[in-house]
């Protein structure tokens, strides 16, 4: 069945379905195969699969959040399609990847992760392409951010780094993802807090979460932000130091870090990630890849993944994801223009 547009930009009708408010290159290949029987999904998937193997494009470096949730995707679906491939394409916040992404046209077969960070780097970064042009299927995750200093850094609190923001704002400088992207927006939001001006800060952006690692052990950045399942390895093995967290309660995962709230900065922000298909995908497969994803969402290694990375279990599909994302893009666009990096 060929799909019908709507005066929004994605096609209607009913499907599979449940935000939390949001308190808002180079082509890298890393591909791995996983293999194994392909009835467990159905009917559907064998149709949507039947010329060929899942792809997924993890639209970043290998490491970061798109990278983790893609892998956790493939060895979740294991048992419900068989073999798939994912692979990276890094590099503007997801930008590079998704105008890329854009090519495949009407192949079911093709999937890439997606987020909130993409949102903002369209924003930033002025891209030719948005989710617009993709086929929204579910949001899978949300994921909380971690503010970070160097093991050795003199900063010991929330409120030892709002003095030295409120001393010298541009003097602190902030490194995390892409342009535009939620780090961004926690370093903006963060600076607003403060009593600072947003569009002060020094932010310095990377591709992915080990570019700004390195850039926080160099002592070229006084505090880094990360997401949570990327920075708390590095928490745990003493690299790091973690000042505070962006929920609205400490996270189980960290438990003896307070909230930027508790420390003084009325700061909440909650990242999401999520998956689309191409623009011309048919009603047909568009349902039943949902199905097949919302399945995946239920199996034991979904769940375990969730667990292991402390991520929440945030499965929203159809119609409902697709006015989610419209309402986050108004969101984040507002945000930027009010942070001064909105092109």
Do not use: C
Not at 15 to 41: F, R, S, Y
Not at 210 to 236: D, K, M, N, Y
């Amino acid at each position: 069945m060929e799909r019908r547009s709507s005066s929004n930009g994605w096609r209607r009708r009913p499907a599979p379905g449940a935000w939390m408010p949001w308190a808002v290159a180079v082509l890298a290949t890393a591909a791995v195969l996983v293999t194994a029987p392909p009835d467990a999904a159905g009917a559907g998937a064998r149709s949507v699969f039947a010329d060929g193997q899942p792809r997924i494009m993890a639209p970043a470096a290998p490491g970061g959040g798109w990278d983790q949730t893609s892998r956790e995707m493939q060895a979740a679906l294991r048992d419900l399609v068989g073999r798939s491939e994912v692979y990276n394409v890094a590099g503007a916040g997801g930008t590079i990847g998704l105008s890329q992404f854009v090519r495949f046209g009407d192949d079911p077969t093709q999937l890439m992760t997606t987020g909130l960070i993409m949102l903002g780097a369209v924003e930033a970064n002025g891209s030719e392409f948005s989710l617009e042009d993709a086929t929204p299927l579910l949001r899978l995750t949300t994921d909380y951010q971690v503010v970070v200093v160097p093991a050795d850094s003199p900063l010991r609190s929330t409120a030892d780094l709002e003095a030295e923001m409120r001393a010298d704002l541009p003097a602190v400088s902030i490194a995390g993802g892409s342009a535009g992207g939620v780090e961004q927006i926690m370093a903006g939001l963060m600076a607003k807090a403060a009593g600072g001006d947003p569009a002060q800060i020094s932010y310095v952006a990377h591709s992915g979460g080990g570019e700004a690692l390195t850039t926080l052990l160099s002592g070229r950045a006084t505090i880094g932000i990360f997401g949570l399942s990327e920075i708390v390895p590095q928490i745990e093995a003493g690299t790091v130091r973690a000042l505070a967290v962006s929920s609205p309660q400490r996270l189980p995962a960290i438990p003896d870090v307070p909230t930027l709230r508790a420390g003084g900065l009325d700061v909440e922000l909650e990242n999401w990630r999520g998956v689309v298909a191409p623009r011309a995908i048919t009603d047909d497969e568009e349902r039943a890849l949902e199905e097949i994803l919302v399945k995946m969402t239920r199996t034991p290694a979904w769940q375990d993944a969730l667990a292991r990375r402390g991520w929440g279990d945030a499965t929203l599909a159809g119609p409902e994801f697709e006015e989610f994302v419209r309402t986050e893009q108004a969101r984040v666009s507002q945000v930027l223009t009010e942070l001064g990096v909105s092109s």
